[in-house]
């Protein structure tokens, strides 16, 4: 009998696989990436690419160098090349980089790198469902808009590719524990995203035991459903905001009366790209300053508004008027 | 200098006790309902309506004479009278009812009745923003669509009112510490809602730790911009739906061409609902049936599809038709 695990991958790599010559594996030591090893070794002839695996030690762990030693004893059981190398990602982090921000883009340089010296056309990393419904939930609880509940592709940015993301982490440990294969203790994420770990071990866990095994699922499904919706009434105001808009000098002119007839979620959107086109810094434009332009809208002629960046909003006759603040503010 | 935690509890009574002779306070003895009849009793005389406490056994937990004795207690203490019952909800459950169901059905029934006896215009419960936060993530995790991101609102239905909905658990938590406020341990819902209780122990407190202190009022505002999106996305589909079918006897008939033309977040809408008005199970119309019939809108005409409910929908030349299946499938 087929085992399930073995089934879903290999539905997923079919597509995933399709013309790639050689594929670079990128191997922390964890369950995740160990698996996506063993799965595709044990492809088929005919499908199974050339495989070079891949290894970087972020200088984060102490256990660092027993995981190094597994990745190479376990390629050198299974017959494959290994690329390792160590970067200390605290000294290549950037002033304006998060520890997390700088690993990724190391460790994003250290496969491409690497990919190219295997003359790989592919690097398969061990994404899992589980990562997408964390990174949903982590970034909603952060405070982000739509664009939190962008999901991972299977395939790409460039040559990356995810062919575990449709599987679940539970289901790839029990794969793992069926077939006597052994992995490392949670390795290359220890100390890099401690929050992600806590969300990884706590939150998914909880609730796929409390209230659905598919709980990582449904969460994935939900959030790119809502996103279709969100980008797709962000297109809408866009081509609202063209046709609504107007310049003169320094001043951005909106159409008050057009915004006003608007349905809240048009208008919310129409109200924040006016914003950031007036010069506003996005990232300090908040709910209540698109509730404030939309409110604006339907008020009086004459009345108006701070807003951030220095800007000042108006509402003339049947325009609404962004301009730079002229007088120096009292603070 | 004023507590936090009054100022944000004056600002929201303000608007919802506007008016209102006598209110009926929901109080099992749990934080959350003990912080909101003591920051009620704490209102100016002006603001302060006359207060009658309630208090449900919900004959599921073995402290629940202890839990009642706690709540008359407290009652007396606040010179307030109170309306204690016990009903058993294990027995009153229906076959179609979760104990949790039974439980909401039974206590809305009884705070209803006991409003009546009390001259009450107002009922008071403890829903606090962790509370909404941990519903829509349940939610979202069991499966559900966009009306899942439903938020509770602070007025209604009818004349329930969460004047707590607008705070965290933590604060309120800390505010009772700080005034030195008894309260009995989880009481309502430690047997009643086991999942609830592990999401509320475990989910929210590790986002709130680990990623950011607001995550409840995150994902509540999240959730209720979304589920806007998603309601006016619905609103259009339906005003669509109504111009782009017909009925001829048993048969619903859909423009094939209009429907392929349709962007996906509203084609899905349109094929949904015309799924149900055909007479297709709504629980059991899946993702993959609805987009089947998107798909069939630009299949060549000849192509069919079975539905879900014995229905069948067929490509003609220019329309999608969906009617009963007329002979007995084999199974």
Same mark, same amino acid.
């Given at each position: 009998?087929?085992?399930?695990?073995?089934?879903?991958?290999?539905?997923?790599?079919?597509?995933?696989?399709?013309?790639?010559?050689?594929?670079?594996?990128?191997?922390?030591?964890?369950?995740?990436?160990?698996?996506?090893?063993?799965?595709?070794?044990?492809?088929?002839?005919?499908?199974?690419?050339?495989?070079?695996?891949?290894?970087?030690?972020?200088?984060?762990?102490?256990?660092?160098?027993?995981?190094?030693?597994?990745?190479?004893?376990?390629?050198?059981?299974?017959?494959?090349?290994?690329?390792?190398?160590?970067?200390?990602?605290?000294?290549?982090?950037?002033?304006?980089?998060?520890?997390?921000?700088?690993?990724?883009?190391?460790?994003?340089?250290?496969?491409?790198?690497?990919?190219?010296?295997?003359?790989?056309?592919?690097?398969?990393?061990?994404? #899992?469902?589980?990562?997408?419904?964390?990174?949903? *939930?982590?970034?909603? +609880?952060?405070? /982000?808009? =739509?664009?939190? @509940? %962008? !999901?991972?592709?299977?395939?790409?940015?460039?040559?990356?590719?995810?062919?575990?993301?449709?599987?679940?982490?539970?289901?790839?440990?029990?794969?793992?524990?069926?077939?006597?294969?052994?992995?490392?203790?949670?390795?290359?994420?220890?100390?890099?995203?401690?929050?992600?770990?806590?969300?990884?071990?706590?939150?998914?866990?909880?609730?796929?035991?409390?209230?659905?095994?598919?709980?990582?699922?449904?969460?994935?499904?939900?959030?790119?459903?809502?996103?279709?919706?969100?980008?797709?009434?962000?297109?809408?105001?866009?081509?609202?905001?063209?046709?609504? #808009?107007?310049?003169?000098?320094?001043?951005?002119? *909106?159409?008050?009366? +057009?915004?006003? /007839?608007? =349905?809240?979620? @048009? %208008? !919310?959107?129409?109200?924040?790209?006016?914003?950031?086109?007036?010069?506003?810094?996005?990232?300090?434009?908040?709910?209540?300053?698109?509730?404030?332009?939309?409110?604006?809208?339907?008020?009086?002629?004459?009345?108006?508004?701070?807003?951030?960046?220095?800007?000042?909003?108006?509402?003339?006759?049947?325009?609404?008027?962004?301009?730079?603040?002229?007088?120096?503010?009292?603070?």
């Amino acid at each position: 009998v087929a085992d399930a695990v073995e089934v879903a991958f290999h539905r997923a790599v079919l597509r995933l696989l399709d013309g790639r010559g050689t594929v670079l594996v990128a191997v922390s030591g964890g369950g995740d990436s160990v698996a996506l090893l063993h799965l595709l070794t044990r492809l088929s002839p005919k499908l199974r690419p050339r495989l070079v695996v891949a290894h970087l030690d972020h200088g984060l762990r102490r256990a660092a160098s027993a995981d190094r030693r597994f990745v190479e004893r376990l390629s050198a059981s299974l017959d494959l090349a290994v690329q390792a190398a160590s970067q200390d990602v605290r000294e290549a982090r950037r002033k304006d980089e998060s520890l997390e921000e700088a690993a990724r883009r190391v460790r994003r340089a250290f496969l491409l790198t690497a990919a190219r010296k295997a003359g790989a056309d592919a690097i398969a990393t061990g994404h #899992t469902q589980d990562d997408q419904a964390e990174t949903i *939930l982590m970034r909603l +609880a952060r405070g /982000a808009g =739509p664009a939190a @509940l %962008a !999901a991972m592709q299977p395939a790409g940015p460039g040559p990356f590719i995810k062919p575990l993301l449709g599987l679940e982490r539970a289901a790839l440990r029990a794969w793992l524990k069926k077939r006597g294969l052994a992995f490392r203790d949670d390795p290359s994420n220890e100390s890099l995203a401690y929050d992600r770990n806590r969300v990884r071990r706590l939150v998914i866990p909880v609730l796929a035991k409390a209230l659905n095994p598919a709980s990582a699922r449904h969460l994935v499904e939900a959030a790119s459903r809502l996103r279709e919706d969100a980008m797709f009434l962000d297109a809408q105001a866009q081509g609202l905001f063209a046709v609504m #808009t107007g310049r003169r000098g320094d001043a951005l002119k *909106l159409d008050a009366t +057009a915004l006003a /007839a608007l =349905p809240h979620p @048009l %208008a !919310a959107r129409v109200a924040r790209i006016a914003l950031t086109s007036a010069g506003c810094d996005p990232r300090r434009i908040s709910t209540r300053h698109v509730d404030a332009v939309v409110a604006l809208a339907s008020a009086k002629p004459g009345s108006s508004l701070d807003l951030p960046g220095r800007m000042v909003l108006s509402r003339r006759e049947v325009l609404l008027e962004f301009r730079p603040c002229v007088f120096p503010r009292r603070s």
